[in-house]
């Protein structure tokens, strides 16, 4: 039986519009057609990402999908275009995720030899098991919200955090 692919892309897009919330004069968002920061016009996209020219925090999330590897690969090539400080990547599996297990397992294998190699590190969030698409936003934004504070707190408007948690309660609610 296929998965139901909808939910999960309104995921997706659910988590991209959340991290945008972040952005600020000085903290930069991206998301689905616009190429990563470093890369070409028509190089790689993320699924979403903040940074600030230094550091790059990226989200990866695997729903159609079949090569999961090549969402973490692109960022090693990525250090040959644009040298950041570092590079964080959130890398979430959906109920919806089906290619063979060895993708991932080759992704996990490139993130390590990445973080070796450069300033990058790999934060795997497996919901493969998630009941539902709501308990798996409410985990994963708890996740980016505290390494969004972490990393980029002299570039968020004060408040920031808070109400960006707040609204997304509302709207969960409307």
């Not at 230094?54 to 159609?64: M, N």
């Not at 990547?89 to 109920?95: A, G, N, R, S």
Request: with cysteine.
């Amino acid at each position: 039986m296929k998965p139901d692919f909808a939910p999960w892309l309104q995921f997706e897009s659910r988590l991209a519009a959340w991290m945008q919330s972040f952005a600020t004069s000085a903290l930069r968002f991206r998301a689905g057609r616009q190429a990563i920061p470093g890369f070409p016009s028509d190089g790689f996209r993320a699924d979403a990402l903040l940074t600030n020219s230094q550091v790059l925090l990226a989200l990866e999330v695997e729903v159609k999908q079949t090569h999961p590897d090549t969402n973490v690969g692109k960022y090693w090539l990525l250090s040959e275009h644009h040298e950041y400080k570092k590079i964080v990547l959130f890398h979430v599996y959906t109920p919806a995720y089906s290619s063979y297990g060895w993708r991932k397992t080759l992704g996990e294998f490139y993130a390590r030899r990445m973080s070796a190699e450069l300033p990058f590190e790999y934060v795997l969030l497996d919901k493969k098991s998630s009941p539902d698409t709501e308990t798996a936003f409410a985990e994963v934004c708890a996740v980016l919200e505290l390494r969004i504070r972490q990393e980029f707190s002299h570039e968020l408007a004060p408040g920031t955090v808070q109400q960006i948690a707040a609204g997304d309660a509302r709207n969960a609610r409307a």
